[in-house]
Every structure is written in structure tokens, then in C-alpha cells.
């Protein structure tokens, strides 16, 4: 998994953002890693961007292709998770006035 230099966080505090990204980077030592949603740059192609429950990629699909997930925000619940996909998208448009957002994080990858 690779977490995006501008990386995104939704509707968190200061602590429940450390407690994510900690979560995200003790991914694979950990059992369980409960309240974090990420947003991943699509994984099948199709799309711009998805959002899973982090202990969702822990599925044998997930990690067979774990060197291509690449994370660009996260968020403490689903709803917040959504919210994130519409301010991560209004973002990419102000700045660039393009909607590519696949285009927006590989740029410096």
C-alpha cells in the first residue's frame, strides 16, 4: 500500500487522525483497525476514486494486489469517507480545472 504524499483526511480530529494513519502504516501488525475508511485511487480501473473499509483490504483479492492500492485520504466513518471523495474532487478541479484525478496523484508519485 502506498499512502499519497497529499494525502487527505475527512471529518477527523487531530487525535483520530493520528489513530488512522498509525492504523494505516501498523496495518499488516495489527488484528483489527476499527474506524478508518480510506479512499484509494481506483483499483480496477473503473472509476475515480473508492472507498473501503480498512480492514476490508485484508481479503486475499486485496493482498494479491497490495503494491498497486494506493491511498489517498482517509476518514473516520463512510459518510465522512463520501464527503472526502466530494472535497478531494472540488479540490482537484480549483486547482488544475480538470477533473483527472488519477492524473493529480501520479504527478508526483
Do not use: C, W
Not at 481506483?42 to 473508492?50: A, K, Q
Not at 485484508?58 to 459518510?79: F, L, T, W
Amino acid at each position: 500500500m502506498v499512502i499519497d504524499d497529499k494525502f487527505y483526511v475527512g471529518g477527523a480530529r487531530d487525535r483520530q487522525i493520528i489513530r488512522m494513519v498509525r492504523g494505516i502504516r501498523r496495518f499488516h501488525k495489527v488484528r483489527y483497525v476499527p474506524g478508518v475508511f480510506v479512499v484509494t485511487l481506483p483499483l480496477f480501473d473503473d472509476g475515480i476514486l473508492e472507498i473501503y473499509e480498512l480492514n476490508e483490504l485484508r481479503q486475499k483479492v486485496y493482498r494479491d494486489m497490495e503494491n498497486s492500492i494506493h491511498i489517498v485520504g482517509a476518514a473516520p466513518s463512510r459518510v465522512q469517507a463520501i464527503r472526502l471523495v466530494r472535497d478531494i474532487i472540488d479540490d482537484i478541479y480549483r486547482k488544475t480545472g480538470d477533473v483527472d484525478v488519477k492524473g493529480f496523484f501520479d504527478a508526483e508519485v
